[in-house]
Each structure stands twice: as structure tokens, then as C-alpha cells.
């Protein structure tokens, strides 16, 4: 192959791989941010993963042990928050972040390699309905907690 076709072709690549991928830039706005935190829940002002992450600007939401929510027993997590504070929890924590679909996820992946029992991953286009996704799951009726919390008690005894 001729040095100019390969140059071509090398150059075809780039401009297709470029146009296939679209770097999320998405972070959540000030008003969700403050929506999660009046929950009770603790939540950064920054993404905790970068836009190259496989969760980009993600986000992780934590309902700190003694907060009314859901929780399951026996089950102990350490976080630190933003102000450096070393906090526990006793539920899993979900990660909301942009997605490449101009939307956000919400995604909760406890097992691994998983997925296990009440792990998922959902999609939104609106970011408030991905932020009542995770309200509803740190503490309201969800399915996939309830998932998570059989399969927990099962373990226990």
C-alpha cells in the first residue's frame, strides 16, 4: 500500500472513530444536586469520575447509616465525603452520570462480576426523572432494593 493511501486511510479511521464516539460532557445542575442533598442523601458538587470514565461525570449518592431509607442489615460501607468526613453506610450506594445518549444512568452494581441480584442500569432522557429514580431507590419502594434486600436476608441466615 502506497504511503499517501495509507495516510488516507489512517485519516478515514480517525474522522470515523471521532464521529462514533462523543465525549459526554453532561454534570448535573446545581437544583438536582440540591433536590438529593434535602433527601438527606450526600452527594459531591463535582462528578467523582472524569468525562473519560465508563461512568462519565459520574456521581455517586450515598444515604449515610441512622438516615431514614432504605438499608439492609449487616451491611457496612466506608465513604468519605467531599469535605473529608469518613461516613458509613448501610445500603448500596447508586451512581448517576451522563450518558452517550444525551441522557443520564443510573446504574447500582454491587456484585462482582455481576450483575447480581438488584443491580441495574437505567437509562433517562430527562436528568429529574433520573434523580427520583435515585431518591426512590435510597429510599422509597423499588423493586430492584427489594431484589437486593431478599437476596441479602437469604445470605444472612
Do not use: C
Not at 466506608?78 to 446504574?107: C, R, Y
Amino acid at each position: 500500500m502506497s504511503k499517501n493511501k495509507k495516510q488516507r486511510r489512517k485519516a478515514m479511521l480517525d474522522n470515523l472513530a471521532e464521529s462514533l464516539y462523543e465525549e459526554p460532557t453532561a454534570r448535573l445542575r446545581n437544583e438536582s444536586i440540591t433536590k438529593i442533598r434535602s433527601e438527606g442523601f450526600i452527594i459531591s458538587s463535582d462528578p467523582f469520575f472524569g468525562p473519560n470514565h465508563v461512568m462519565p461525570n459520574g456521581y455517586f449518592v450515598f444515604r449515610e447509616r441512622g438516615i431514614v431509607g432504605n438499608s439492609l442489615r449487616g451491611y457496612e460501607a466506608h465513604f468519605t465525603d467531599e469535605n473529608g468526613n469518613e461516613l458509613i453506610t448501610d445500603g448500596p450506594s447508586p451512581i448517576i452520570f451522563s450518558n452517550s445518549e444525551s441522557g443520564w444512568s443510573v446504574i447500582v452494581h454491587d456484585y462482582v462480576p455481576g450483575p447480581g441480584p438488584g443491580d441495574f442500569n437505567y437509562s433517562f432522557t430527562d436528568e429529574s426523572r433520573a434523580i427520583d429514580e435515585v431518591i426512590k431507590y435510597l429510599k422509597g419502594t423499588h423493586e430492584k432494593f427489594k431484589e437486593r434486600q431478599s437476596a441479602h436476608e437469604n445470605i444472612q441466615t
